[in-house]
């Protein structure tokens, strides 16, 4: 049997982020995915036009109904949608704390839609960053959390004080040559990697990352080093990427190595 992965995440009807790109990334990793749908959303590879958060009671339900008849062995969190959706999966995170989670603090689409109110990101620091095994922000995301703070060497230490074990802040939008990516723990710098910046921009290359983490750490894999597996998996979903629309390219998840 492959291990279970639960998600906990919007839909994304493009299948190129969301609990979509959630479950392609599990699957393609021989890994098991379960789903918690949080939020609806009205988008297409340009960007999101509406949000929709679902009522917190049943993102709870969802999640209970789930734990109650099959053993998960990582727990991912996307797009939440609103404070109260928040605090319903820090409830079930908490009611099970030998599993690791991973957290993707998704603020805003690529073309810079908001997807969080604004109670969510303080919500996000006070009640879900202390239950976080390693958080996947790239520097804009880290810099929000940690404002006021603006050095990401700092902004990880911030958030590693709030709680996460882990922090592996993502260099995509910085003005580099190469992508560099960073895990911190609360000793600093665990390690550092670099990438070939791909050209063109990409839906879901978070949502990819983050996945491919918890895959990996339901396979048994330490973080350090499934921080490594899943961004070699997703620097090659990103460079074997498609047009399926008009806007940004898609992940295949699928790719052939």
């Known amino acids: 049997m492959p291990p279970m992965v639960l998600t906990f995440a919007a839909s994304d009807p493009t299948g190129g982020a969301g609990v979509q790109a959630d479950l392609l990334t599990i699957a393609a990793l021989q890994c098991h ?33 789930l734990l109650a008849d ?19 999966v820090r409830e079930i995170v908490k009611a099970h704390p030998a599993i690791p989670f991973v957290v993707d603090p998704v603020l805003a ?23 976080t095994t390693i958080l996947t922000p790239n520097s804009i995301e880290a810099r929000r959390l940690a404002a006021p703070e603006t050095d990401l060497a700092r902004c990880a230490q911030r958030l590693v004080d709030r709680g996460c074990k882990y ?30 910046r791909l050209p063109g921009e990409y839906h879901g290359s978070g949502c990819t990352l983050a996945s491919a983490i918890a895959a990996r750490l339901a396979q048994g894999t330490e973080v350090p080093d499934a921080a490594r597996e899943a961004q070699e998996f997703t620097w090659h979903a990103l460079a074997a990427a498609f047009h399926a629309g008009r806007g940004q390219l898609l992940p295949q998840r699928f790719f052939r190595g």
């Open 109 to 131: 689409s690529g073309r810079g839609d908001s997807l969080a109110a604004d109670d969510l990101v303080p919500a996000l620091r006070e009640h879900l960053l202390p239950c």
């Open 167 to 196: 922090v592996l802040i993502t260099g995509t939008h910085e003005a580099t040559d190469e992508v560099v990516n960073t895990l911190y723990d609360a000793h600093g710098v665990v390690r550092e990697d670099r990438w070939r």
């Open 33 to 65: 995915p379960l789903s918690v749908i949080t939020g609806l959303t009205v988008q297409d590879t340009s960007g999101v036009a509406r949000m929709m958060a679902l009522d917190a009671q049943w993102v709870l339900d969802q999640a209970q109904c």
């Open 70 to 88: 099959i053993e998960v062995a990582a727990f991912k969190a996307g797009v939440l949608g609103s404070a109260a959706n928040v605090r319903a």
